[in-house]
């Protein structure tokens, strides 16, 4: 079975500083792995995925995500956070094979202060 | 931009009221998701469907709920009875199978709240 832990369901960073949201899989089969944010009262939107190219990845606004077998982990960074980036972002799993459903974590609330 | 529409965005209904919800995914698309998101559960799958047909449902109370495809452009999701506990963002999403690597497209929710 497949599943995402997200740890930290808050995190606070200053306007600039760097953003790092951690994300660990588990799957049994070789992953296909998501990361969707969530604005207020709003859907999911996709920022970026991994689908065993490149391991390192890149999405919108700015944000790239890293693949690491060894450690499986997926975790999001971005350089220098914006005010916008203000959001809850939720990492996803899916196996490559099967039916394809996403699995999603429990979110992390990214605030960003001034 | 296609997107994937869901009605009504709020709905507020006593306890023991039957509760519809509608969902238009993108034109084209083969593979509905309907999740539910609490502040307790996070995103929980109730369903999904290919071609229409469901592939898993084990995550939807039976007793109560139940989705379909009509057809091609329309799933609903409906409770009944509802009850207090059913209170969520309910969310729809599409996408074409065989293709997890483009990601699914998600609606923008429908509050319900059960008094």
């Known amino acids: 079975a497949q599943s995402v832990t997200q740890l930290g369901s808050h995190v606070s960073v200053s306007e600039g500083a760097l953003v790092l949201l951690r994300c660990n899989y588990s799957?049994?089969?070789?992953?296909?792995l998501f990361w969707y944010v969530q604005y207020p009262n709003q859907g999911l939107q996709l920022l970026l995925k991994?689908?065993?190219?490149?391991?390192l990845v890149k999405g919108i606004n700015g944000f790239e995500a890293e693949f690491k077998k060894s450690e499986t982990s997926f975790h999001l960074t971005k350089p220098s956070a914006h005010m916008s980036d203000a959001a809850e972002y939720f990492c996803?799993?899916?196996?490559?094979?099967?039916?394809?459903?996403?699995?999603f974590g429990a979110g992390t609330r990214l605030a960003v202060h001034p | 931009d296609a997107r994937v529409t869901q009605t009504p965005r709020d709905k507020v209904t006593e306890m023991g009221q039957e509760v519809t919800m509608r969902c238009q995914p993108i034109?084209?698309?083969?593979?509905v998701f309907w999740y539910r998101q609490t502040m307790m559960q996070g995103l929980e799958l109730l369903a999904y469907?290919?071609?229409?047909?469901?592939?898993?449902d084990s995550g939807m109370p039976k007793d109560r709920f139940s989705a379909e495809m009509p057809d091609a452009t329309l799933a609903t999701l409906k409770i009944q009875p509802s009850e207090p506990r059913d209170s969520a963002v309910y969310f729809c999403?599409?996408?074409?199978?065989?293709?997890?690597?483009?990601?699914?497209?998600f609606g923008s929710g429908t509050r319900l709240t059960v008094v």
């Open positions: 034109l084209g698309h083969n593979t």
């Open positions: 999403a599409s996408g074409w199978d065989g293709q997890a690597v483009v990601g699914y497209t």
């Open positions: 991994y689908t065993s190219a490149a391991t």
């Open positions: 469907f290919r071609n229409r047909a469901p592939l898993d």
């Open positions: 996803a799993v899916t196996p490559s094979g099967g039916y394809n459903k996403l699995i």
């Open positions: 799957s049994s089969v070789p992953p296909y």
